[in-house]
C-alpha cells in the first residue's frame, strides 16, 4: 500500500517507521533536513513539503503539532485536491472535536475518506506500532485505514461513524495526562525541596497507590536530567487549551484542568515551552531554587 505520513515527529516518525516494516511504501513530508536524512536511511522516501508527495497515495496520515497546521497541509498546499475519491486520510493530530467535525466534512465533501484518529502511548508506542487510537468515521474510511491502523496501533477505538468522537476521547484522555504530569512534577518537586531522595521516591511511589502511568513514564526523564522532547510542554499548553476553550462553550468548571494549563504555560513563559513536558517541573524549581536531579 501507499502511504502518505504528512510530519516526521517523534509519533509521525514511528508510525512512518511501523509501515515500513509492515512492508508498505511510505513517503514523508517534513521540513527538517536532518529528519527527512533520518526518514531516507529507513527505507522511506522524504520531500519537505505535502505539495510534494504523491497524489496516488491510497492512505495519507496527519501528524503535525495542531489544527493550523492540519489545514495548511492538506489545505493549503494543494495536496488533498490531487488525491483521488475513496483515499482514506487519517487525522492523527489532537484537534478540538469541531475542527474535526469540520475537517471531516470537508473531506468528505471532496469525495475522499476522513477518519478522525488521534493516538496516545508516546514515542516508544509509536516506534514499536503499539499506539492506541481513537477513531471514528464511516465503515468505508475504516475499511480503507485498515492496513495503516494494523501497522501503527495495538489497540484501535472505534468510536462511532462521525468525525469528532473521536478527538472528543483524546480530549478527555489529554485533561487527565496533563494533570497527571502536572501532579508528578509537584510531588517530585516537593520530595525534592523535603529532602526525599529522588530516586527512591521515585521507585517507592512506582509501587504505591500513588502511582500512575505518567508518574512512572515522565519522572525518569526528570530524574535523567533529559529534557529532549518526547512530548514537549508546548503539546499540553495547546492540549489543556482545547479541553478548557470546550469547557468553556458547555458552561463546565475544570478547576485541576485550568491549575494544570497555568502551570505549563508558566514553563513555557521561562523559556521550556520546546522541552520535555516533564520539566514543568522547573517552575517549582524558579519558585523554591530546589536542585533538579541530573
Known amino acids: 500500500m501507499k502511504v502518505a505520513v504528512i510530519g516526521l515527529g517523534s509519533m509521525g516518525m514511528g508510525a512512518a517507521c511501523s509501515l515500513l516494516r509492515a512492508g508498505h511504501e ?3 513530508a517534513e521540513l527538517r533536513e536532518a529528519t527527512r536524512a533520518e526518514f531516507a536511511a529507513a527505507g522511506g522516501t522524504a520531500v519537505p513539503t505535502p505539495a510534494e508527495l504523491p497524489a496516488d497515495a491510497q492512505a495519507v ?14 489545505f493549503g498546499s494543494g495536496y488533498a485536491a490531487r488525491l483521488s475519491p475513496g483515499t482514506a486520510v487519517l487525522c492523527c493530530t489532537t484537534v478540538a472535536p469541531e475542527f474535526a467535525r469540520s475537517l471531516g466534512a470537508r473531506l468528505a465533501g471532496m469525495g475522499l475518506l476522513p477518519l478522525d484518529a488521534p493516538v496516545s502511548g508516546g514515542s516508544v508506542a509509536a516506534k514499536d506500532g503499539a499506539m492506541s487510537v481513537m477513531a ?41 495526562a ?6 508528578s512534577a509537584e510531588a517530585m518537586a516537593l520530595g525534592i525541596r523535603a529532602g526525599a531522595d529522588p530516586r527512591t ?14 508518574w512512572q513514564n515522565r519522572v525518569p526523564h526528570i530524574l535523567e536530567g533529559d529534557d529532549t522532547p518526547r512530548s514537549a510542554v508546548n503539546i499540553f499548553v495547546k492540549d489543556l487549551g ?18 494544570a494549563h497555568q502551570l505549563f504555560l508558566a514553563a513555557a513563559a521561562g523559556g521550556h515551552g520546546g522541552k520535555d513536558d516533564a520539566f514543568v517541573i522547573r517552575v517549582w524549581q524558579a519558585l523554591t531554587g530546589i536542585e533538579l536531579p541530573g
Not at 496520515?61 to 492538506?74: I, P, S, W
Not at 472505534?158 to 468522537?165: F, M, Q, T, V
Not at 473521536?166 to 485533561?175: A, D, I, P, W, Y
Open 178 to 183: 496533563g494533570v497527571h504530569i502536572a501532579a
Open 61 to 74: 496520515v496527519v501528524f503535525v503539532v495542531n489544527a493550523a497546521q492540519t489545514e495548511d497541509a492538506l
Open 201 to 214: 521516591l521515585f521507585e517507592v511511589i512506582s509501587g504505591s497507590a500513588g502511582s500512575s502511568w505518567m
Open 26 to 28: 511510505v513517503h514523508g
Open 136 to 176: 471514528s468515521g464511516s465503515e468505508a474510511a475504516f475499511a480503507a485505514a485498515g492496513p495503516v491502523l494494523e501497522a501503527i496501533a495495538k489497540k484501535v477505538w472505534r468510536l462511532g461513524a462521525e468525525p469528532g468522537i473521536g478527538s472528543t476521547v483524546k480530549m478527555v484522555n489529554q485533561l487527565l
Open 242 to 259: 482545547i479541553v478548557l476553550d470546550q469547557a468553556r462553550a458547555l458552561t463546565f468548571p475544570l478547576p485541576l484542568a485550568s491549575a
